[in-house]
C-alpha cells in the first residue's frame, strides 16, 4: 500500500510515476523494464533496495536509488502515511 499511495499522490501532481512490488505475490511486479523506464527510484525498506541491485543488477546500474525507511504496517492513503512520503520524498 505504500507504494501505491506514493504513486497516487505524485500522478496527482503530474509526475510521471509507477509503483511495483518485489514480492512475487505483488499486484504489479518488479521488472527491468520499470527500473530502466525511472529516472528516479524510491524504496520503503533497504531490503527493496538490495533486491533491486541483486536482481535486477544490470537495469540498475548508475540509478539513483532513495530509501524513504517507511515500514509496511499503513492502510493505502492512510493520513500518516501520505504525510510520511510528502515529508520523505523531494521531486526535483
Avoid at 511495483?20 to 518488479?30: C, D
Avoid at 525511472?38 to 548508475?62: P, R, W, Y
Avoid at 532513495?66 to 504525510?83: A, F, G, H, S, T
Amino acid at each position: 500500500m505504500r507504494s501505491c499511495t506514493a504513486e497516487t499522490i505524485y500522478a496527482a501532481k503530474g509526475y510521471s510515476v509507477k509503483s511495483a512490488g518485489t514480492e512475487t505475490t505483488a499486484i504489479v511486479p518488479l521488472s527491468n523494464e520499470n527500473i530502466l523506464w525511472a529516472d528516479l527510484i524510491f524504496v520503503m525498506e533497504e531490503k527493496h533496495k538490495v533486491i533491486i541491485n541483486t536482481i535486477f543488477c544490470d537495469s540498475a546500474v548508475n540509478k539513483n536509488i532513495n530509501r524513504l525507511d517507511i515500514p509496511d504496517n499503513y492502510y493505502y492513503m492512510e493520513q500518516e502515511l501520505v504525510e510520511l512520503i510528502k515529508e520523505r520524498v523531494n521531486p526535483t
